[in-house]
């Protein structure tokens, strides 16, 4: 673990040779240590709840939301769910090692692409302490050393899930170095983490549109964006209203305040006179504050609709709010879309399939529905297990971050003293 | 194509439109724009001719190597040569709509993870005007629209071969906008290019690294650097000494100047005093300017080495000029070629199958080959058509940057009405 004493590029250079160790060892000894760290975690629930009541008073006395004190609170049956997480991780399949391809070249070489852990992984995130161990888990898992930075609201308890983490992890075999926590709050420390190129081999960010932009002007190694979802839903001419308005109360209501949550309605002008009076009135009813464009409000009269301004297309509100807006055609709705989202998850709501189709194949995002909601973009809903965040960038990977995602690759080229010609 | 009153936040904000169209092309639209490429470079040779011979005139005023002039230099042949690549680009498969993966999940959602292209690719590149078209095929063909920024040394030959596909492009039904030069040669052009966030998905620099540091700091938008290569041989003491010199030779003489030539020659000390003597002799009879450590020189007494300096394990020559230093054992080679290496190409030379297993797995390089040269890591030796430069870099793409690696996916998710429960 790290000390007072380390500079970020000590960690990080202490990490970068923990990673050559890590690269080399089987799944059964990440595992263990895996399930060592959920063990030791459980078993010192009290030193866990003692710093996490430190960090409490110091939220309550700086005046945090009643929200954030949430998200920051640990309690034993969340330390459980903490450790179930990483057992979990320790159960899923080993991504290393993997033939992603491989082939006989014409020259008689065998060429295999094969799976490798990308080295040291920054991660950098904001108030919740479970995000400690849920990265920690899926870098070990996937062979590479860890560099976690939390913010300052949790140094207490992240210290201490760190250390018990760290710990575990070196008990059950795994190299010191391979888990490092650095202090946390200041940005000078961010800017010297996103600068450690040649031993920081991919930083995430997980947090608001703030770490975004300090990060963006700063980083030099390469940087994967577990960014924001501005989401949308699109109501189609030929859509099913009745699967259409669960679809858009799931996307909104479910779960406001995550990425998937869907921000803007579309509704095709044709059926807006049918579908917008009921799912208006049954997203006011769940609370959704609407903000709707002169269509839209033209049609429904009898709520509360707040005029839609131009910020409210690229508004993410992760809250029970939504925009409303009736388009032409699928078309129109695709360029809102493209135009307007993060390029997170859109969903269309047709059974027409000419206008299924054109959605999936125009629409610029990680994830494209066609007749389901939003909020299906997750790692565990995608069968890869867990994930660290979702991503909106486009270069190494799209969609939810998860082992596989968290590894390169090389070629391995064997020959019989083959030279080139 | 650009006009000299357009930004190059309008270009890029072109090529993006361009890009939407790009995205929904089938192959043959693409193909034909590439075949039309070829023929219009042939049919226009001496309009292309005279251009670089601005050029080439105005390089030898300001007193360029002759090596440089023959870089920039074209002729018949090599336009024809150019056109080819295109013609063969044209013949690859296409990348775009390959199914990665797919399955059911467990709620009946069927979910394919379809390769996609990036959208807007920014490829900056020196010298040789042929980068022009290579570049341009590559990136329409993957469905991309490109930003060119070439040198100002070849700044007419490239505005005409750039002007002459983008006509050519236009014609065979690729949108306006999906091939633009920008002007060359100023720093400023430079970073603005490198910060268009939300229009350029990626940009390439092609070149030295001089070109790497200036994008390093400025950069907001992904960069995979098609960087340098520091290859390294390692004779292991299991070696069979012909092969591994035919390798060694082959690796560092066959073509010098390119990032896959080997700069450091590694030998197991049990073998040195029998392989240096005939391998060194081997070297120096190829014009091979040798820098050799303390060891390697107390056995090779009779010819005029270099006393290696510590830079010398980090030089990449690019020429006829090779490091040599005895190492105890593979783990010694393996550090040294960790520590020094760029994470290009690697090469043990062995009959053990435990040193090929380790340096396998534990050499952190995109190639690492096994009885064989290191020269092959090009994406037309690895099957992949033709390529755009070879990452070193981890996060994306690693080797060869061929046709996928111009890609990204989404997931494209269809139910039946489907809602989170």
């Not at 008073?57 to 034993?76: I, T, Y």
């Amino acid at each position: 673990m790290s000390t007072a004493t380390q500079t970020v590029s000590d960690l990080c250079a202490a990490a970068k040779r923990a990673s050559r160790v890590l690269a080399t060892l089987g799944a059964d000894v990440k595992n263990r240590a895996l399930e060592g760290i959920a063990d030791a975690l459980v078993q010192r629930t009290a030193e866990i709840l003692e710093a996490n009541g430190r960090d409490l008073q110091a939220g309550r006395e700086a005046g945090l939301s009643p929200a954030l004190l949430d998200r920051l609170a640990l309690d034993p049956r969340r330390i459980e769910a903490i450790a179930d997480g990483a057992r979990r991780i320790a159960a899923l399949p080993d991504p290393v090692g993997e033939v992603i391809d491989g082939s006989r070249l014409p020259n008689g070489l065998d060429v295999r692409k094969v799976r490798v852990p990308l080295g040291v992984v920054a991660v950098v995130y904001e108030a919740r302490p479970n995000v400690t161990i849920d990265a920690a888990a899926l870098c070990l898992k996937s062979g590479n050393a860890i560099v976690l930075r939390g913010s300052r609201s949790a140094a207490h308890s992240n210290a201490v899930l760190a250390a018990i983490a760290a710990e575990a992890a070196t008990a059950a075999g795994l190299p010191a170095g391979a888990l490092a926590l650095i202090g946390g709050g200041d940005r000078e420390e961010l800017r010297e983490l996103a600068t450690q190129s040649g031993t920081v081999d991919l930083i995430i960010p997980r947090g608001g549109e703030g770490l975004k932009a300090a990060l963006k002007g700063v980083a030099t190694v390469p940087v994967i964006f577990a960014a924001s979802g501005n989401c949308h839903v699109y109501v189609d001419r030929s859509a099913d209203l009745a699967m259409a308005q669960d679809i858009v109360i799931n996307a909104k209501v479910q779960r406001p305040g995550v990425c998937n949550a869907a921000e803007t309605l579309l509704v095709h002008r044709d059926v807006a006179p049918a579908f917008l009076p009921r799912a208006l009135h049954a997203l006011h009813d769940a609370g959704v504050t609407l903000h709707a464009d002169d269509r839209a409000r033209a049609i429904v009269s009898d709520l509360p609709l707040r005029v839609a301004v131009a910020e409210d297309w690229d508004t993410e509100y992760l809250a029970l709010e939504m925009a409303v807006a009736v388009v032409d055609d699928v078309d129109a709705a695709i360029s809102h879309v493209n135009r307007h989202g993060s390029g997170h998850s859109e969903a269309i709501v047709t059974s027409d399939t000419a206008a299924a189709r054109a959605f999936e194949l125009e629409v610029d995002a990680a994830c494209v529905y066609v007749n389901a909601s939003t909020r299906f973009t997750d790692g565990g809903e995608f069968g890869m297990g867990a994930e660290i965040g979702n991503s909106t960038q486009k270069v190494h990977v799209r969609g939810p971050i998860g082992l596989r995602e968290l590894c390169t690759f090389k070629y391995l080229v064997e020959g019989a003293g083959h030279i080139r010609a």
